[in-house]
RNA sequence: GCCGAAGUGGCGGAAUUGGUAUACGCGCACGGCUUAGAACCGUGUGGAGCAAUCCUUGGAGGUUCAAGUCCUCUCUUCGGCACCA
């Protein structure tokens, strides 16, 4: 009887005591390079196979919540093809690891006193237990948690070579700030201008942070796309997020000024059309209106009044506001004008917010006809215009109410002079429209033909585009530019739970680096949790002590010459800790030297086994882990460190598991399937199998418990077959049949496994059982030990407690003696080409393309066209068919088809 | 709005990459074993029709001897980005 349960506490004890999968341990004595075999395909092409392979699964934090079926199903994707590359021979790394640093942890500590550290270790401790049972065979001698010295020692490293290159440096900056969590936010943990995790306003706020220079890197994190083997999606994702655009920064004179005003633009084409100007309220001129540096002729005081208003809404706007505001329209005007060379025409210049600050030069030139953002601002524009003919005051009303409490009313905005915005028509699109544009729907953007244009009428818009930047670059007023919507990484946090930056701030505010001798620059423990606003770490009297203690041994120097106090009075360590993207970027990396004190991982090591062969990780919340990853690559490669662009060669992504109503599994729906539920009930090598035979690894799909059933059915009937079975072995006829599923079962499974379709291998798993019960039930007979041997061996990657069991039945080989001899160390069979293939197919016969009768042949006469035909037009089915009918067409595909056409 | 993925039985899905559509599993129906039950055994199961046969891969066209697969248009669903000039 199959008893799951036992037969699993057994294996998974032998393989531990085993060590069985630490591959890495077992092979630093023989550590070969990442060495290539040269193979030749049929066509002659050469192609490499590596010995070395490196799986590599997400990085993971370990909530205290455990393992759910998601992961179960990601993780033995990748354990079933760990497992079967080890038994073709290759050498597999295989690692795990904890992205231990991070908010909830800490969350958790500031309700309960709990600190985090313990947290953690409990939840990894748990997981280890989960993934043990669910028999992943993973590296544990390799184990790594960033929370770690040993880890974050090399962390804080990278931060001092990025330090002493420039590339990590301060800045001040707008930030997202959550008034609740007391951090500052990634716009990435901004949700719809809420904070990610608490739900509470995200604010924004003035201060000064740490960045890596990531966007020195931009162009290369675009063309190294092209090495990768990634879903399509995940690469576009990272595309959009760096935002590449071509365009020209076109220069304006303003009227009565010594200045210009410089636009971005990427349709210079439709510039004949351009009639105002638009600068966002961080702009330099918005700037030196309000602080008076700057005076227009006209109303000049009003001016400067609404400008300053206008300013300081726009400052305290949250993203919630924007959000509610949709994409209405307000602004100011400056009182001064931009002259277009191209018409002459004089262009207000107003500040709107929703030009951004950040991205191009923070102006826009307004082309009213043909971008509908510009369209809805002269809208606006030409309602407050049309107030002004009655009165010289409006009041506009934003009317919008915050979560909290703030009810923002931008009430008394002064509005003299204000001009009609000239909306002016100079693309007829393909619809032929060439009327005056009176409605957004009119507001044609993507394609057509110049109008109104001076010397580009008649042009299509891309030809014009081109013409009008030549131009512009001749007259020199514009300049050809490439624009990125990628910033720099903003890495500190206002939080305890990451990695300590290890930097010291001087008397004076400088800041000096701790050097890499004195690193790990530890996270102190005796902290206050509770939320003040500012970093936790300042209630460390630890670490202030120490910071002294660092600085009075490490700028002894400095501090004499400054004359300033030797015990180190008066320097403070750097309170913020680094954002958990920072840990996450470079793990791949250590894991192959895992225990390495003296770099963060040995060049050998590095050479035997990067980059990455396979990266399993879920679709969400990827972008910015791969960007900072392949950033993290390219800089340790140029220093010296790394030989490869890209760190992950080939990435594929699971699917979500839904609940059994087709919804995502969540607890406030009750839909959570525990895998822990399963295993107890079918094992964990049912869990498995069913979640591999759900469908496409990496598509959604819901759980189902009575398939759950149906596959603990199929390893039970196999269980049975295998051992249990009187009936006599096969020989004959009825042995080529079975034998022949059981060679053509080894070859579908070994081509389906590299390409990752678990389902369909499975399945061909239980035709074949299906046949074998067949051929048992009705003729008593069965297959021999050998060939039982084999199906065992194909079984193993998915089902491996069970397929060890039987195998170590099969051969007699109950280790006794404590030293494993089990399937997974077994060699891979190959498939017998000869016994795999049927003597007798069955050809089908169309006529005019529908089926009407099957053509058995022996194998031998493939190739022989014309016998084949002939026999085709023999059969009873078509000679009815073609009664009376003259033949046009005979095809024959050898081996799959006859197509007669009459 | 932009980018991306996907639409096949009652359900999850398969289809050698242009060659027998619906493999495998679930469910369902009927029969068997059993005092009974089903996580047991057997048979059947895309739709219409007594049948021959006809229809069927979101929809409409097209290419081809042959289309789930290729091309054009279109609809729907899901995911990401979004006032990015």
């Known amino acids: 009887m199959y008893d799951q349960k036992q037969i699993e506490e057994k294996w998974q004890k032998i393989w531990e005591t085993n060590r069985l999968f630490q591959q890495t341990e077992r092979m630093t004595d023989q550590s070969s390079n990442n060495s290539m075999k040269k193979f030749a395909d049929m066509d002659g092409k050469e192609y490499s196979e590596k010995d070395n392979i490196y799986l590599l699964f997400a990085f993971a934090y370990p909530s205290g919540s455990g393992l759910h079926v998601g992961h179960v199903e990601s993780k033995t994707a990748l354990d079933i093809l760990a497992r079967f590359y080890r038994m073709k021979g290759k050498n597999v790394f295989f690692p795990v690891g904890w992205d231990a640093f991070g908010l909830p942890a800490e969350n958790y500590a500031i309700k309960t006193g709990v600190h985090p550290s313990k947290t953690t270790v409990d939840a990894i401790n748990t997981f280890r237990r989960q993934i043990k049972r669910v028999g992943i065979s993973y590296d544990w001698a390799n184990e790594i948690a960033t929370s770690h010295p040993e880890y974050y020692k090399w962390t804080q490293w990278i931060f001092l070579q990025m330090f002493n290159k420039g590339l990590a440096y301060q800045k001040d900056g707008k930030v997202n700030w959550c008034p609740s969590c007391q951090t500052v936010l990634a716009n990435e943990q901004v949700i719809e201008g809420l904070c990610e995790r608490c739900d509470h306003e995200v604010e924004q706020k003035n201060m000064r942070q740490w960045y890596y220079q990531i966007t020195k890197y931009q162009d290369e994190l675009i063309s190294g796309l092209d090495e ?12 959009n997020w760096i935002g590449k655009k071509i365009g020209i920064d076109i220069s304006y004179k303003v009227d009565g000024l010594e200045r210009t005003i410089t636009c971005f633009t990427t349709r210079p084409d439709t510039n004949f059309g351009a009639t105002f100007v638009v600068i966002a309220p961080e702009h330099e001129l918005a700037t030196d209106i309000s602080q008076g540096k700057v005076v227009p002729t006209e109303n000049a005081q009003q001016i400067k009044d609404s400008v ?3 300013l ?40 709107s917010d929703f030009v951004l600050g950040g991205f191009g030069t923070g102006a826009v030139v307004g082309v009213p006809g043909h971008d509908v953002r510009d369209f809805q601002f002269a809208e606006y524009v030409n309602s407050l215009a049309s107030n002004n003919e009655l009165k010289d005051q409006v009041s506009i009303e934003t009317n919008h109410q915050t979560k909290n409490q703030a009810k923002i009313q931008i009430n008394s905005q002064v509005h003299i002079h204000t001009d009609k915005i000239e909306i002016i028509r100079v693309v007829v699109g393909p619809d032929k429209d060439d009327s005056i544009i009176k409605d957004v729907t009119q507001v044609q953007e993507d394609q057509g033909k110049m109008i109104n244009s001076g010397f580009l009428d008649g042009l299509e818009i891309h030809e014009a585009t081109k013409k009008i930047m030549d131009y512009l670059e001749e007259k020199g007023i514009g300049k050809r530019v490439t624009s990125y919507r990628l910033r720099d990484w903003l890495i500190s946090r206002q939080r305890y739970w990451g990695t300590p930056i290890p930097i010291v701030y001087d008397p004076e505010g400088n800041s000096h680096p701790i050097g890499e001798e004195y690193l790990p620059w530890k996270l102190p423990v005796d902290v206050d949790f509770k939320p003040t ?4 770490l300042k209630s460390s009297q630890e670490f202030i002590d120490r910071t002294k203690n660092f600085v009075s041994d490490a700028y002894s120097e400095l501090i004499e010459q400054k004359g300033w106090d030797k015990s180190g009075e008066g320097w403070r360590p750097e309170f913020d800790t680094m954002d958990t993207f920072v840990d996450s970027s470079w793990y ?18 590095l050479d035997k086994w990067l980059p990455v062969d396979l990266y399993m990780i879920g679709p969400e919340h990827i972008v910015l882990h791969l960007l900072y990853s392949r950033f993290f690559t390219k800089f340790l490669r140029d220093e010296g460190c790394l030989n490869f662009d890209e760190p992950f ?41 069913y979640e591999m035979f759900m469908g496409p690894l990496d598509s959604d799909k819901p759980w189902d418990i009575r398939a759950v059933i149906g596959v603990y059915k199929f390893l039970q009937k196999t269980y049975r077959l295998v051992l249990e079975s009187e009936a006599q072995v096969v020989s004959g006829e009825l042995k080529t049949v079975i034998q022949r599923k059981l060679h053509q079962a080894i070859k579908k499974v070994s081509e389906d496994l590299p390409q990752l379709k678990f389902n369909t291998s499975i399945a061909f798993l239980m035709e074949f059982v299906n046949l074998w019960q067949d051929a048992i039930r009705e003729n008593k007979v069965t297959l021999s030990n050998e060939d039982k041997i084999l199906f065992v061996q194909i079984i193993a990657p998915f089902a491996p407690f069970l397929a060890d069991e039987l195998y170590s039945k099969l051969t007699n080989n109950i280790n006794n003696d404590g030293q494993y001899n089990g399937v997974h160390i077994s060699h891979w069979p190959e498939y017998n080409p000869d016994l795999s293939k049927a003597n007798l197919v069955n050809i089908p016969v169309q006529i005019n393309g529908k ?12 190739d022989e066209e014309i016998i084949i035909i002939n026999m085709a037009l023999g059969l009873e089915n078509i000679q009815k068919y073609l009664e009376g009918r003259i033949i046009k067409k005979k095809i024959y595909v050898p081996g799959k088809i006859v197509s007669l056409v009459v």
């Open 588 to 605: 791949f990396l250590r894991y192959v030297d895992s225990r390495n004190q003296d770099a963060f991982a040995a060049p050998d090591q």
């Open 851 to 862: 089926l009407r009768a099957q053509l058995e042949v022996s194998t031998d006469l493939l």
């Open 228 to 239: 990768v083997d990634w879903p399509a999606a995940t690469k576009a994702q990272q595309l």
């Open 308 to 310: 300053i208003e206008y």
């Open 649 to 689: 060669l080939k990435m594929r992504h699971q699917g979500m598991i839904l609940g059994p109503d087709n919804k995502k599994m969540s607890k406030s729906k009750g839909n959570v399937i525990n895998p822990d539920e399963i295993i107890e009930k079918f094992g964990a090598d049912t869990l498995r199998v």
């Open 533 to 536: 606003g500012e970093s936790p």
């Open 312 to 351: 300081d809404q726009a400052s305290k706007k949250t993203e919630l506001d924007r959000q509610q505001e949709g994409k209405k329209k307000s602004g100011v005007f400056t009182g001064f004008y931009a002259l277009n060379d191209l018409t002459g025409k004089k262009m207000p210049i107003w500040i």
